[in-house]
């Protein structure tokens, strides 16, 4: 049974999965290497949390009840040693990921399931040289971890099939909606669908197709729109597999064929200018706008997933 749940790594995506465990009731601890990043952790959290009483998601009690439910620690050994369930969530550098996996085995429970949030790396690389590689998997979570829903499952041939079926449970009872990728692939399937988007938007912006605004517009009033209910292979389905065909066939030689990162990107950032981030990327966020923009973005998300709540119950 999973009663303790531990988090390695307070960034913005872990402390957003602490989060969504916290609030469905469950004990987690929440380790990171200095108590400065856990400092920025507990308030991010608590704003998060603030966000959603103002939505009418959450109670003042609810929130006081989360926050209670999560514990912060630089010791991983006293992070660890009583956890059920550990997800690893720390930077994607290989080399940190295997030595803190060394660290792990003299600590870890002899039945805890051990879980990386990596969207980089193959399970079988991160597992390699692991002594308790049956009884880990990838849970990758997508940003912000506390709001979206969608939890890529990765297991591997040595994978016990009992841990992958109560990570599956897990997921889902902390409100989540897990996929379970029955082989192994680069990217996983969410990024290798929204990499292939993002490169022919990139494409059509170089190409002076039209302005940034108005590319994303054509997704978020467009496709997107169905994308929140309505998947890409059915959307196939009930357009005509024999129309599709004929997308296919006209569209599909004219798309962008790059192997790497787009130019506009690559040189964007040997300026310097990452995005939000730095204050300027494609758009200049002046000021609190970058903040102002993510909470409208975690506003708006709140709202879609009361919609989707709505739609399910009536299922």
Avoid: C
């Amino acid at each position: 049974m999973i009663n303790k749940i531990a988090i390695i790594g307070s960034g913005v995506m872990g402390s957003g999965i602490a989060q969504s465990f916290a609030s469905s009731g469950y004990a987690v601890t929440i380790n990171d290497i200095e108590e400065e990043l856990l400092i920025l952790a507990e308030k991010r959290i608590s704003e998060n949390l603030s966000l959603l009483i103002e939505e009418e998601v959450l109670t003042d009690q609810e929130k006081q009840g989360a926050l209670a439910n999560i514990s912060y620690s630089v010791d991983l050994e006293a992070a660890l040693r009583d956890a059920d369930f550990i997800i690893e969530a720390i930077p994607e550098v290989i080399e940190l990921k295997l030595s803190l996996y060394e660290q792990m085995e003299k600590i870890i429970k002899p039945d805890a399931i051990v879980a990386s949030n990596t969207s980089t790396f193959p399970i079988s690389q991160l597992m390699a040289k692991a002594s308790f590689a049956d009884r880990m998997v990838i849970t990758h979570f997508f940003n912000p971890g506390h709001l979206v829903p969608l939890v890529e499952i990765v297991q591997h041939d040595e994978t016990r099939l009992e841990i992958v079926e109560t990570t599956l449970a897990l997921m889902r009872k902390i409100g989540k909606s897990p996929i379970l990728l029955k082989k192994e692939i680069a990217g996983f399937i969410a990024n290798r669908l929204q990499t292939a988007l993002m490169r022919e938007a990139f494409h059509l912006l170089k190409e002076g197709v039209a302005d940034a605004e108005d590319i994303d517009t054509a997704i978020t009033a467009g496709p997107g729109f169905r994308w929140a209910f309505t998947g890409p292979i059915e959307i196939a389905d009930l357009g005509g597999l024999d129309t599709w065909q004929r997308v296919f066939d006209n569209v599909s030689p004219l798309l962008d064929q790059s192997k790497e990162a787009p130019v506009l990107i690559r040189d964007l950032v040997e300026e310097g200018k990452f995005g939000a981030k730095s204050g300027e990327g494609i758009f200049t966020y002046e000021g609190s706008a970058a903040s102002r923009k993510i909470s409208e973005r975690d506003r708006h998300f709140v709202k879609l997933a009361k919609l989707k709540r709505e739609k399910e119950e009536i299922v």
